[in-house]
Nanobody, 125 residues
Framework: QVQLVESGGGLVQTGGSLRLSCAAS????????MGWFHQAPGKEREFVAG????????YYANSVKGRFTISRDNAKITVDLQMNSLKPEDTAVYYC??????????????????WGQGTLVTVSS
């Protein structure tokens, strides 16, 4: 069983940056694609970014392209989300996710095997 724990959320001003990290544990982590979703108050959870197991393929929601960067370290078993030029509309709970299957059309649907508990990001205007 893979477990995911997010960290790095907090309060930041518009235009600022935050770096989220997700630590995975569990002997079945090998081969898992990983990614991030967010859920704003009163809205459904949405895909933000994903990365393949090798790290060679990444995919971003249009709303974050050019501002967010996803990366992973398979030796440390972590996946990070560097968020720059933050906007008030980025305010949300950010969830880390993992699944053995990779592919943008699969990931954006959000039916993934493992989820973290979430970390809150608040961007003040």
């Amino acid at each position: 069983q893979v477990q995911l724990v997010e960290s790095g959320g907090g309060l930041v001003q518009t235009g600022g940056s935050l770096r989220l990290s997700c630590a995975a544990s569990g002997r079945t982590f090998s081969g898992y694609a990983m990614g991030w979703f967010h859920q704003a108050p009163g809205k459904e959870r949405e895909f933000v970014a994903g990365i393949s197991w090798s790290g060679g393929f990444t995919y971003y929601a249009n709303s974050v392209k050019g501002r967010f960067t996803i990366s992973r370290d398979n030796a440390k078993i972590t996946v990070d989300l560097q968020m720059n030029s933050l906007k008030p509309e980025d305010t949300a709970v950010y969830y880390c996710a993992a699944d053995p299957k990779w592919g943008p059309s699969f990931w954006i649907k959000g039916y993934l095997e493992v989820w973290g508990q979430g970390t809150l990001v608040t961007v003040s205007s």
